[in-house]
DNA sequence: CTGTTAGCGCTTTCAA
DNA sequence: TTGAAAGCGCTAACAG
């Protein structure tokens, strides 16, 4: 493996290693013939750029990092692509992190990236404590919060779950429901609280006592817990309308509510929450509230190298998306 | 920002650059009393390496280039849980790209990796060309692929499709159809051929003619094509079973078939490919062929770094995972 | 418009 | 066991 660097580009092309340099990173400056001629010799060595050399020396990178609290999981595997789209658009390159929900991996991340010398980090925090991103931020690494909102100090993108849990409260309220129920995970999950906190926003609004909704908490937010969350709600007396803190809460629920005789959604009706691609699939479609997963990613790189671009002119911004109301046939 | 680098680090534990760097690197060539005094240093000045000097140096990076089809894919997301595990645990860092199928994109990223002197990439390539990649081999990095086999030079970590739609299929015909479906998207998809061919060879071994099974093509592998897919089933002869060559596709025809009045599997049996999340709870909960995604990504991590950790000693190798066939209602 | 030059921060011999 | 010193390949300021 021969190593062709600059210098082997520069005397190929007859010209000095910094011209070499000007036509990799300013060609405008740089005669056309001599800029074509550099450039050739490129192409015939299969010159490459080595980017810790230009890193070392321009003391930045062209990377951000990206810390998510589980790859596997489709809501962060969305976001993933909207960042990356936007990263490769601006020639930048993506590092990817997942923090597993651990606080230790999070700051091991953290560390790499800080190593990596990357130009920002995109990051949904594993916990409520951002002081480990404020030490980053003093180094001068840009912090981007993702599914988290931040306090003014810090650029963030979310969105509104209290709205989610009032969109999708008020229209099963709309379709005539008195008697609801409210299945989610631990309410320790933010996501949880604050979907909990809109439904009962809708009731207030709707003039209807916050006791017409009854919470059906599992522990578990996939279809097995909505079974768990059916199986509490069968047992008693049926409310005439379930929102669920997630579709795959919705569907184990769905199928625990039909295989038990129960009609939807003309005895029970039902939403989720997330709008997977299987919810339009489900034995009923599922109504369920959508989130703008692939922009939140989009948007939040936009964010953060404009931050990188431009420190000084940089104000920071804290955006709300807000989520939207499907309407499917299990609350028709 | 101030910038402490390790000759800051020298100085206040009173050493030389050299010596922290050996603390860093090689700990152990380092008398216990030097090192605790230079690991105080680190913590008191907040040192943080720079990579891009270590790797500048050193002539290698801590970091593997991933490149992928579809990030937002769950399989993928799944692969990249796997090598991010594995990479992390080993202390280096993924580099995520996604070439969306696009050979421009793939170029790119390829290019872009080659500049970060990643110690290696694993790619589900594009085409079934493979000459880009031997290009990047020449430079000097390991490269493993991932969901495609590779022929001898290369290591490589694939499912056999060809098995699993046997499985799919044998596992039908054991159950008495004797009238199939494969329900598939386009069959230049390597994928569908694949277990397309499977399914042909579990009918050749069961004695049945290989016209027992009627391929239903829809131009997208998700519930709509499932949708379409049953619609022409419906039209005709209804089969006894069906092979889907996704969950997906398997979702959508399950539907359709319920709502049109067919019973499963009583009428129809039904089965899917990749075992997803939701599958299980589907209106009636469906078989599926189970891939080792994260394994997937796994395995061809270790052997991504195996390579690179022992380039003379290694000997590449082509894993086939055999997948797994998971039987639930819907062709019990 | 192009060439010269001085490092960026670290690793790694080699010598002490 | 530790220190001194020579670059790794590139960029950017400056001079010509």
Redesign the interface.
């Known amino acids: 493996?021969v190593t062709v660097g600059i210098k082997e580009v520069a005397q190929r092309a007859g010209v000095s290693p910094g011209t070499v340099s000007n036509v990799l990173n300013r060609p405008e400056r740089v005669a056309a013939a001599t800029r074509s001629r550099v450039e050739q010799a490129i192409r015939e060595l299969?010159f490459?750029?080595?980017?810790?050399?230009a890193?070392?020396r321009a003391g930045q990178?062209r990377?951000v990092g990206?810390v998510v609290l589980?790859?596997?999981?489709?809501f962060?595997?969305?976001v993933?692509?909207g960042v990356?789209?936007v990263v490769?658009d601006r020639?930048h390159?993506?590092?990817?992190?997942?923090s597993g929900e651990s606080p230790e991996?999070e700051s091991?991340?953290l560390?790499?990236?800080?190593?990596?010398?990357v130009r920002g980090v995109l990051i949904t925090p594993v916990g409520e404590d951002t002081s480990r991103l404020q030490?980053l931020r003093?180094?001068?690494v840009a912090v981007v919060l993702v599914d988290h909102s931040a306090s003014g100090d810090l650029c963030s993108v979310a969105v509104d779950d209290v709205a989610g849990g009032d969109l999708a409260t008020s229209h099963l309220i709309s379709r005539g429901a008195e008697r609801l129920a409210f299945a989610t995970g631990p309410l320790a999950i933010r996501q949880c609280a604050d979907r909990r906190k809109g439904a009962r926003r809708a009731l207030r609004n709707a003039g209807l006592p916050v006791r017409s909704i009854e919470d059906v908490v599992v522990p578990e937010m996939?279809?097995h817990g909505?079974r768990l969350a059916a199986e509490k709600l069968l047992a008693g007396d049926l409310p005439e309308a379930v929102f669920c803190a997630n579709d795959?809460l919705a569907?184990?629920v769905l199928?625990t509510l039909?295989q038990a005789g129960v009609r939807v959604p003309d005895d029970v009706a039902l939403i989720g929450y997330d709008d997977?691609?299987?919810s339009?699939?489900?034995?009923v479609p599922l109504s369920s509230i959508r989130q703008p997963t692939?922009r939140l990613g989009k948007i939040a790189t936009e964010l953060l190298l404009d931050e990188c671009d431009d420190p000084g002119g940089h104000a920071h911004q804290q955006i709300m998306f807000q989520p939207e109301l499907v309407v499917r046939e299990s609350s028709r």
Chains 1, 2 share one sequence.
Do not use: H, W
Request: hydrophobic share 40%.
């Open positions: 493996m299969g490459v750029r080595n980017g810790s050399a890193t070392l990178s990377t990206l589980d790859v596997g999981n489709p962060f595997a969305e993933a692509r990356e789209d490769s020639d390159a993506v590092i990817l992190c997942n991996k091991r991340n560390r790499v990236l800080a190593e990596q010398r030490r003093d180094r001068g996939n279809a909505g795959l569907l184990g199928r039909l997977i691609e299987f339009s699939a489900a034995a692939y």
